[in-house]
Structures are given as structure tokens and as C-alpha cells.
């Protein structure tokens, strides 16, 4: 394991597709002037906001993307807009984010999409339920479609689905019934590897993307979270919630064509990972083999 930030600041990590370059959030602080939305008066803040920022894979060239930064006009008068979990398209030129840019005193917290050289953020229009929004990109493979978490109203509270958009029609609709998130793609595009929660916990499971269906239930202790499937489709990571200890685990899946694990490892032991980043995956072309594709559907 290398360690590529000391700092206390840079989370949610995604690789680019040729493996050269590191997308994450940097978290930075800002004495301002905001507003105060029960009053609407301004007050001093201590602004917490992020920034997309990349870096090589050997953690320096360090260099802004996008800052969430928002002025105000007027001295010292800001504002900042959420930028949240972004993740690299196929094609490596576009960052699938949530974001309540470009008018975060407006609006909610939904699928967006940034060019990945930097620029602005653009508000893709996708149905939300106010004030709960989405959460969760992840690019398919082929880069048409993007799967996401979509939160709905339940009484009070809020609950939430698994959701597709279509890049090419800018249309969204939903995938499963409530109560699975964090989705990640497989690399044929046939699956998706999804937390499914109850009230005992998170335990992760895979769905099948023609129908929602789940085919297979990975973990049984409700606490596996923030699935991510390896690019040669053999294994899924995940993070293992124990109290205080968040650990990272790797799931290998069975050769016989059912996803069933044949083995689950642990990476890390009584450790504190952070439980909002999700494992990011990178392997070499020349490692992915064909005759290591993704496993076959199951017979259920």
C-alpha cells in the first residue's frame, strides 16, 4: 500500500481510464461573508468547500479542476457549491459528479456533469425529489449510460433506488424498487454491484441492469458497503463497517458463471478508511485477459 496524500483534506478518489491520472475532492476552508437562509441577512462563516482536483498516479503534478467556490460580489461575500463523488468517463474527457452548481442557494444536489480539463458544471435537468436529490455516479462501460442513486420521499424521511440516465437521450428512469444504492457497473455492462439495505444493515448484492433482479447476495452480516467491480470482472472491493473500524475487503467471484464469492480478503484490520470512498479500481490492459470476462449470467 503507498500512501499518495498526507493531508487530511483529499477524499473520494477515481482513476482515469488510462490509469496516468487521480481525480478526488479536496476539502479546503475560507473565513466569508454568507448569507443566512432563515434570515436572509449575511453572516460570518468559516466556509468548508471542496474542490475536484487531480493529480498523476504518483500523487504529485498536483492541479485544480473545479473549485466550488462561489462569489457573491461585494467584500470578502462568498458562497460554495457541492461537488460530490466524481467519477471519469470511458472516454476519459467528462466527470460525472453531484453538484448543486451553478446556483447552490437554489437548487438541490444532483447528477451533474464537469469536463474533465476543467470548466463548469453542467446541471443535467434530471428529475429529483426536493430537498433529497441523487447521489452515486458511475459510468457504464460503453459510456451511454450512467447509473446513479436516487433518493425518494418516504413520509419524513427519505429512502432510496437505483436510477439510469441516457447520455444520448438526456432521459432518466428508475431501475429498482426502493431500498438499494451506490451502484457499480460490470465490465460487460450486465450487472450492476449495489448495496441493499434493511433495517439490520448494508450487505452488498448484484442486480441484473435488464430488469433490477437481484441474481446474487455477496455479503450476509449487513455491513458491506461501496461495491466496486475490478476491471477484469473476477473480483468486486468493498468497505466492511465493524463499529469504529472501516476495512477495506475484496470479494472473488466464482469461475462458474453464477457470481457466487469464492473468496473474500481483507485488505486492511482494524482500520479507520473513510467510509464515503468508494474503492477505486485500475488495471493494465495486458492484465484483463478475454478469457477473464466478466462472469456469465445466472441460471436464477
Known amino acids: 500500500i503507498a500512501r499518495l496524500s498526507s493531508r487530511a483534506i483529499d477524499s473520494v478518489p477515481t482513476w482515469s481510464p488510462d490509469g496516468e491520472t487521480i481525480y478526488y475532492v479536496e476539502t479546503r476552508e475560507q473565513e466569508a461573508r454568507a448569507p443566512v437562509i432563515e434570515t436572509h441577512r449575511d453572516g460570518r462563516f468559516i466556509l468548508r468547500y471542496p474542490a475536484i482536483m487531480s493529480m498523476d498516479a504518483a500523487g504529485s503534478d498536483r492541479r485544480e ?87 425518494d420521499r418516504e413520509g419524513a424521511l427519505g429512502t432510496s433506488r437505483i436510477a439510469l440516465y441516457d447520455v444520448r437521450e438526456n432521459a432518466s428512469g428508475g431501475l429498482t424498487d426502493p431500498g438499494f444504492a451506490r451502484p457499480a457497473w460490470s465490465p460487460d455492462g450486465r450487472f450492476l454491484a449495489v448495496e441493499e439495505i434493511d433495517g439490520t444493515g448494508r450487505d452488498i448484492v448484484i442486480i441484473r441492469v435488464s430488469d433490477g433482479r437481484v441474481v446474487s447476495r455477496l455479503t450476509r452480516d449487513g455491513s458491506g458497503v461501496a461495491p466496486s467491480w475490478s476491471p477484469d470482472g473476477r473480483q468486486i472491493a468493498y468497505l466492511k463497517v465493524a463499529g469504529q473500524n472501516i476495512d477495506l475487503h475484496v ?50
Open 251 to 300: 470479494l472473488t467471484l466464482s469461475d462458474d458463471g453464477r457470481l457466487a464469492v469464492a473468496g473474500d480478503d481483507a485488505i486492511t484490520t482494524d482500520s479507520v478508511l473513510d467510509a464515503a470512498s468508494r474503492p477505486a479500481w485500475f488495471m493494465p490492459p495486458e492484465l484483463i485477459s478475454p478469457s477473464r470476462s466478466p462472469a456469465a449470467s445466472p441460471s436464477e
Open 65 to 151: 479542476v473545479a473549485s466550488g467556490l462561489v462569489s457573491l460580489g461585494g467584500r470578502n461575500r462568498a458562497y460554495f457549491s457541492w461537488l460530490r463523488q466524481p467519477d471519469v468517463s470511458p472516454e476519459g474527457d467528462t466527470i460525472a459528479l453531484v453538484s448543486d452548481a451553478p446556483e447552490p442557494l437554489r437548487q438541490d444536489v444532483v447528477l451533474s456533469l464537469l469536463p474533465a480539463e476543467g470548466g463548469d458544471v453542467r446541471n443535467l435537468g434530471v428529475p429529483a425529489e426536493s430537498p433529497f436529490g441523487h447521489a452515486d455516479p458511475d459510468w457504464s462501460p460503453r459510456g451511454d449510460r450512467i447509473a446513479y442513486t436516487h433518493f
